[in-house]
């Protein structure tokens, strides 16, 4: 029956295995990059306050300079003004911080065509292979973009014509909003949108439909290649930022060890 | 057998319950303040990118100034000088951030002497009513002082010698650092020595002791009078600053609901 007695004496003994989809802080962290006049996130820096020395002998800490947005991190409700009026990052349920997952791979279809955006039929297609999308659970986006998180240039990856990255097309963003009930959608890229996003009709439609039907962004995930397509259990744990749009986030994935 | 479907499910149909064991985190969240000449960790404090206005039509954001040791978080080994070669809140391995946890109230103590120290007496009569300390676990310490959280005043409870709030003696800190396996201890105070730890011999025996042999410190959490004696299970989530000494975190528990 699942008990937690049985969830916690499988994590001692290692058969329920713990797999981070966080990528590491620093200070070269992929950031957004917008164009002017708007106004940009902060990368995340560190600024030591002591480390066994004068300023505190026996001990060592930083004060920390970051964005709401910066690194791997949970979009709330408001960031987008069409959730305005939903939840900030502090008054998402704590109910809602924890559920299944499902991992959705098109990387070899990435592979081929950076600018890959995800259709309704993709979703419908998967859903025939391995059952429908989880009710209050994750769709996690795997695209292979992850493999690209240690190289600013190559994660944004921009041309003239702006950042060529994957994601998910209008009429898909609309439909995982209105026709599903998932928490939210989570990405390996900067955010939930597409690179060409600003161009698209509406701009920017996962941010727009997903946040403003009260749902979730997750963004730049690593080893989603590790999950199984569905099984996993991901807890998402941004700050609660009192009246914060999002936050930095630790994503942790429960998963049946198989091997 | 406790599968990952079951426990997906429980969570989906409430009966096991999510709690927030977080202090949400905003400018007057109470911070550590240390005597001259020390270096002094920042409060929490966000600075507004755009709110759906000319610096970002359709998004509202911050950048974030913040300690590592701000609000409710997690000490990492590095913090001090006795486990300066462990991890940093990075490297500590995902499989320690989950793991079973158990409560042991003192509040009724507290509220008649607020320098009350735990002692190793008062552990082993905790164990013989409940069982022994969980082996890679958490010793979750109530106090009552999370009621005093919002009034940074009364949290510090400071006077002409210095703040008074409670916390473990010297004895029992080195005994839960050498004789348990504990994966380490949280509080509800600012951090995890008492207030006047400072005066200890050694000073600040749970961060000497417990960094020192690996384990790691979780403060400020909030709702631990939610949770059973034993029976829930954490997920400590720090965000995982690269050589970083600790870090702002989430704290949830998982419970059996009762009702
Ligand atoms: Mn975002
Ligand atoms: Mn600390």
Do not use: K
Not at 243 to 248: E, L, R, T, V
């Amino acid at each position: 029956m699942g008990s937690l007695d049985d969830v916690a004496a499988r994590l001692v003994d290692g058969t329920i295995e713990v797999i981070d989809l966080t990528a590491p802080l620093h200070a070269d962290t992929p950031i957004l990059a917008l164009p002017e006049p708007f106004g940009q996130t902060e990368p995340f820096r560190l600024h030591e306050i002591s480390r066994y020395d004068e300023r505190g002998p026996a001990w060592y800490w930083n004060n920390i300079t970051t964005g709401e947005h910066t690194g791997t991190h949970f979009d709330a409700p408001v960031h987008w003004v069409t959730g305005q009026d939903g939840d900030d990052v502090a008054t998402v349920p704590p109910s809602r911080l924890v559920g299944p997952a499902v991992v959705l791979d098109v990387t070899d279809r990435v592979a081929e065509d950076p600018d890959f955006l995800l259709e309704v039929d993709d979703v419908h297609a998967w859903e025939a292979e391995h059952g429908p999308l989880p009710a209050r659970g994750w769709l996690l986006y795997r695209t292979g973009w992850d493999a690209r998180g240690e190289d600013p240039a190559a994660f944004a990856n921009a041309d003239d014509d702006g950042p060529h990255t994957p994601g998910i097309s209008v009429a898909c963003a609309r439909y995982l909003a209105e026709e599903t009930e998932l928490l939210g959608l989570g990405v390996e890229t900067v955010g939930t949108d597409a690179g060409a996003a600003a161009g698209f009709d509406p701009p920017f439609p996962c941010h727009g439909f997903l946040l403003g039907a009260g749902r979730y962004g997750l963004t730049q995930l690593r080893n989603l290649g590790r999950l199984p397509a569905r099984g996993a259990v991901v807890v998402a744990a941004p700050l609660p930022i009192v009246g914060g749009s999002g936050s930095p986030a630790r994503v942790l994935a429960l998963v049946e060890r198989t091997s």
